[in-house]
């Protein structure tokens, strides 16, 4: 068993070994898109990891901005970990059952609140099941503890006005996670009344070419430096983008797996830019 006390990735076999341990707090974050018709509370109810613990990225979100899943204040964040027993020097694993979505999204929504021991399960619950590991129904309960407000990592948010500059800069390398066709504007959006295409001078990577497609696992190193050396290809700054923030943060795991560790994600995201009249869109 290899040695993964503070990987970005830990895999089943290495959480098996750790299940019960007293400063571990393991996070299902599974989320699902409204047009795949599956519900992740209902679903971690019937089946998750022993111990896991339910973590909702819209309720725990910033639900005045009219945007999903919004980064949420460092206070709402603190109160929220609090209720799940974790402090600031626990260690943290978060899985979910849609490809990373959105354990990496939380992974690094807790690297933003300056929380480091955090890890996602690689393969995520479906790994775990085909690995025969064990699951429950069983819903834990842990004490309530004090999480104290963190400070925020400005420099892996990026927000409109930023982006905006950074585009019209060329500053940037701007890394669009969604489908090729998305990307192209060749597909329509899931979500209503936005336009098609993408920020102009980014690039296009699908998340899901991250992920073996049997394992359900990312992608060895070399695969991935292969993956990414098409679009980022420099030393400008890399910001990560996606339709709603959330796969974009798996284009993020991926490369702080490649030793990227400062990579920016566009929390907004094409559900801001391509909501509004005024942001530049390209196609093709």
């Not at 519900?39 to 971690?44: I, L, P």
């Not at 979910?96 to 609140?113: C, G, I, K, P």
């Not at 073996?212 to 190193?221: A, F, G, M, N, V």
């Not at 923030?245 to 284009?251: E, M, N, Q, W």
């Amino acid at each position: 068993m290899t040695t993964q006390e503070n990987n970005a990735l830990v895999d089943c076999e290495w959480l098996a070994a750790k299940l019960g341990d007293a400063d571990l707090r393991i996070i299902d974050a599974s989320f699902f898109l409204p047009n795949q018709q599956r519900h992740a509370r209902a679903e971690y109810q019937q089946a998750h990891i022993p111990g896991a613990l339910f973590f909702d990225i819209d309720e725990v979100a910033d639900r005045s901005s009219g945007l999903p899943h919004m980064l949420p204040s460092p206070e709402h964040f603190a109160a929220a970990l609090g209720r799940l027993g974790i402090d600031a020097q626990t260690r943290v694993v978060v899985y979910d059952s849609n490809f990373f979505m959105a354990s990496a999204r939380l992974w690094w929504t807790f690297r933003v609140f300056g929380h480091e021991r955090v890890s996602v399960l690689d393969g995520g619950l479906e790994r775990w099941r085909a690995s025969g590991y064990p699951v429950t129904r069983d819903e834990s309960s842990p004490a309530e503890i004090h999480y104290p407000i963190p400070s925020v990592r400005r420099d892996l948010v990026c927000d409109l006005a930023a982006m905006r500059r950074l585009s019209g800069e060329g500053s940037a390398q701007i890394v669009d996670a969604r489908s090729p066709g998305r990307f192209a504007g060749t597909e329509p959006e899931p979500r209503p009344g936005l336009r098609s295409g993408h920020i102009p001078g980014s690039r296009n990577l699908f998340f899901k070419d991250l992920i073996d497609d049997h394992t359900r696992c990312l992608r060895p190193l070399e695969a991935l430096a292969t993956l990414f050396a098409p679009v980022v290809a420099d030393e400008r700054r890399i910001v990560a983008t996606c339709g709603t923030g959330v796969t974009a943060a798996i284009l993020a795991l991926g490369l702080y797996r490649l030793g990227y560790q400062d990579i920016a994600v566009y929390d907004g995201s094409w559900t801001e830019w391509g909501g509004l009249d005024d942001t530049p869109v390209a196609t093709g």
